[in-house]
C-alpha cells in the first residue's frame, strides 16, 4: 500500500459517534478499494479522498497502515459472517439448501459488481501472506471461523439425514472454502457466475449421501 | 509493476545465442520473481540485477513491461505444460494415478519453496484479470490448456472403465483447475500442503465412477 506519511495535524470531529462513523466509513472504503485493486496497488490517499477525510487525520482514526489494514480485514471479516449467518442459519429451510441459498446470494453479490471484486480475504492472503505474519494469521483465522459456521450447517445436514452418517463436516467445510476461493478468482477472471456453479456441483457431487 | 524507464543504450550481446540467453535468463527470472511477489510490487531492476543485464538493455529484449510480462506468462504455460504432460501423458500408469502423480509432484514443487511461491497464472489471474483486457484473456487461455490437457487424460480414465460411462471430462478438468487454484492459494497462506490434499481428496470424491 502507498502510503504517503500525512501529517498529524488533522482536526478529527469532536464527538465519539461522528469519530465512529468516520471510522466506519474509511474502513468500508478501504474494503471496497483494497478488494478491487488489493494492497500494493491501492494509496491510502484514494481511500481519504472516497470518504473526504483530509489527509491528515488518518493518524487520528488508525495507528500506522498495518493497523489499517488488519482493522479492513476484521471489519470485513464480521460483515462476510453476518452475511454467511443469514443463510446457514436459516431455519426456514434444510440445511443443504441453505448452502445453496448462501452460493446464489454470492453469486448476486459478485455480478452486482460485473465480476469485478473478489473476496477480500482471498486476495490479501495471496498478496500479504508470504510477507507479513500477523497478516498471514489473522487471514487463516477468518478462513478456519468461515469453516466453522459452515462446518455446524453440514452437522445439521448430517443430523437430518441429508449427509450420511460418517461424512465429516469439517473436512467438507474446508474443502468448500479451498475450493470456492478458487472459483471467486476464476469468476473474475472470466466475468461470469459459470466458476461458482462449476465448483458448487463438484462439491455437492462429492457430498457423502445416505445410501 | 515499477519500471522506470531506462535509457535504450545498453549494449547486447551480438550473438543470437547469446541474445536468446539471455532473454531466457530473465524470463526465468521474471518468473521466479513474479510468482513470489506479484506484478505491482515487482520492479523491473530486481529482475535485471538477479541476472546480471545493465539496465539500458531490457529494451533490446522486450518492447515494454507489458510485452515482458506477456513473454513470461507464455514461458510459464509452456514450463508447465511440459509438467503437466510429463505426468499426464504417462503411459506406464492408468490414467487416473496420472493425476495424482501430478499432484505428488506440485506438492513436491511448492514444499521445495517452502510453499511461499504459488501458481503465477493464479497469481497474475487474481492481480491483472480485472485491470488489463489482454492479459485477462491470455491467463484465461492458459487456464483453458491446462484444461484440455487434463480433459483427455480424465477421458482416458473413462475408456479405460476408472470413471463411469456419464462422466463429462471436460466439466470434471474445469471443476479441478477450478479447486485447484483455491488449493495452491491456500497452501501459501498456511505453508503446508495440507490443502493440496484437502482439496485433492475432495475431487477424487467428486468423480463418478463405474457402478
Known sequence: MKLTSPGRGGRPPRQDGAREQTRDALLRAGTEILTEHGFASTGIDMVLKRVGVPKGSFYYY??????????????????????????????????????????????????????????????????????????????????????????TCLEAARSAGQLAPDADPAALAEFFWIGWEGAVLRAKLVRSAAPLDCFFNGFVAALPRTA
Chains 1, 2 share one sequence.
Open 62 to 151: 488508525f495507528q500506522s497502515k498495518e493497523d489499517f489494514g488488519a482493522a479492513v480485514i476484521d471489519s470485513y471479516a464480521a460483515y462476510f459472517a453476518r452475511k454467511l449467518d443469514r443463510s446457514l442459519l436459516n431455519e426456514q429451510m434444510p440445511p443443504l439448501e441453505r448452502v445453496v441459498a448462501f452460493v446464489e446470494d454470492a453469486k448476486l453479490g459478485m455480478s452486482r459488481f460485473e465480476f469485478r471484486r473478489g473476496c477480500l480475504i482471498g486476495n490479501l492472503g495471496q498478496e500479504l501472506g508470504a510477507l507479513n505474519e500477523n497478516y498471514r494469521l489473522q487471514l487463516e483465522g477468518v478462513f478456519r471461523d468461515w469453516q466453522r459456521r459452515l462446518a
